[in-house]
């Protein structure tokens, strides 16, 4: 599903309209198809520099949403800069790939089916290490084809802003709930970066194209945006069922319905994701242990096999103390 967009040969936003040697055109080429013969949908390239979203990130970070996820602060400066990662960087790869499918949404499920939710970015394989494993594929291309190239492959287990580079690559803008979006592939895109201190022909960032709808403010259910483009973390189910440690809060309990790991919704409800094309790649196909499994049966596991039902998922980072705590406020929500 490979999707490669008509940009042309241009400059980032800070630098204009500028030429490039033939080599760094042939090199970015060249880059570009081996990044789609990978298997990434969409590739782009940024200058590097500091990030443009660095004073909102501080101020997101000042105000205290970013919740108990205290790593977001101590590596605010090192997000805030591609250099802190790799010094000498000058160039920015974006990539994406699609995990769009066309199984129904889980809002047109009854709370009180039996049956929980689990985000869809969790489904099938482990995505931070497919596309980690196919970045590095990719930096080790870049370091042959230009011998002494320093670089450095990113997912969003790094602390790199990636939804920021991929906008500024060109792979799409950043919606009104703060995911990136693209006019072909929607929102449901897993991002990587690769970094290197090579100079490559860069591409100009695309329009926002979300103009007044707000689909995405409206049906969250725990209001968990107070402006758009501004994620209130404290307030997100993906963040309380994945991230939080402590017990969910009993005003926001009614808002997680049967979702026991991450949510969906404000993506499902986008107008771009819902006319996106469904080409899923085998490594994200679902699982069907990990689609709409049966409360019950959730309930049943223990520790040990907790962690086979999530093995090779991405679903790591949910403890099983955790696990049981979401499905005991999924199932007071089914009551």
């Known amino acids: 599903m490979a999707v490669v967009?008509?940009?042309?040969?241009?400059?980032?936003?800070?630098?204009?309209?500028?030429?490039?040697?033939?080599?760094?055109?042939?090199?970015?080429?060249?880059?570009?198809?081996?990044?789609?013969?990978?298997?990434?949908?969409?590739?782009?390239?940024?200058?590097?520099?500091?990030?443009?979203?660095?004073?909102?990130?501080?101020?997101?970070?000042?105000?205290?949403?970013?919740?108990?996820?205290?790593?977001?602060?101590?590596?605010?400066?090192?997000?805030?800069?591609?250099?802190?990662?790799?010094?000498?960087?000058?160039?920015?790869?974006?990539?994406?790939?699609?995990?769009?499918?066309?199984l129904p949404l889980s809002g047109s499920f009854s709370v009180g089916d039996g049956r929980v939710w689990v985000s869809r970015y969790a489904w099938g394989r482990d995505y931070h290490r497919i596309l980690k494993k196919r970045l590095v594929r990719l930096g080790r291309w870049l370091a042959d084809a230009r011998p002494g190239t320093a670089w450095r492959a990113c997912v969003d287990t790094a602390p790199i802003l990636e939804r920021e580079w991929a906008a500024r690559a060109g792979l799409g803008w950043i919606g009104k709930n703060t995911m990136l979006l693209n006019r072909n592939l929607g929102s449901e895109l897993f991002l990587g970066i690769l970094l290197t201190d090579v100079e490559l022909a860069v591409d100009r960032p695309r329009p926002e194209h979300c103009g007044k709808c707000t689909a995405c403010l409206d049906a969250c259910p725990t209001q968990a945006f107070p402006e758009p483009q501004v994620l209130d973390a404290r307030r997100c189910v993906g963040y309380l069922t994945v991230e939080y440690r402590s017990d969910i809060p009993s005003d926001l309990q009614p808002g997680t319905g049967s979702m026991v790991a991450g949510c969906d919704i404000c993506q499902e409800v986008c107008p771009w994701t819902v006319r996106a094309p469904v080409d899923l790649h085998p490594e994200f196909a679902p699982s069907p242990q990990r689609y709409r499994p049966r409360l019950t049966d959730l309930e049943s596991l223990d520790e040990n096999g907790y962690h086979e039902w999530r093995r090779g998922s991405a679903l790591n980072r949910i403890s099983f103390p955790q696990f049981r705590r979401n499905l005991a406020v999924a199932r007071g929500n089914s009551e």
């Open 5 to 102: 967009e008509d940009r042309g040969w241009w400059a980032g936003t800070d630098a204009g309209s500028m030429s490039y040697p033939r080599c760094a055109m042939s090199l970015t080429r060249d880059l570009k198809q081996r990044a789609l013969d990978e298997g990434f949908d969409l590739v782009g390239v940024a200058a590097a520099g500091r990030a443009h979203t660095a004073a909102s990130l501080d101020r997101w970070i000042d105000a205290g949403m970013h919740g108990e996820m205290a790593y977001m602060a101590d590596t605010r400066n090192l997000r805030s800069d591609p250099g802190a990662l790799l010094p000498g960087c000058r160039s920015v790869v974006a990539v994406a790939m699609s995990y769009h499918t066309d």
